[in-house]
């Protein structure tokens, strides 16, 4: 009986752990493309912040 509980156990460990590593690859896969396309619109509003902040001093 105590095998049969430590296979289920372990067999939802397992379960689990695949579970949370797909769930990290696909988040990595969707993040990659999605931050390589915003990324230019907040270095654009780093530039314009430094534009301001420029402008501002004279």
Do not use: C, H, Y
């Not at 990290?24 to 907040?42: D, E, K």
């Amino acid at each position: 009986m105590t095998s049969r509980l430590s296979g289920w156990i372990e067999g939802i460990a397992m379960a689990l752990l695949v579970g949370l590593l797909w769930a990290g690859v696909s988040l990595t896969w969707l993040a990659i493309p999605l931050g390589l396309f915003l990324l230019p619109t907040f270095l654009e509003e780093d530039e314009n912040e430094q534009g301001r902040k420029g402008k501002d001093n004279r």
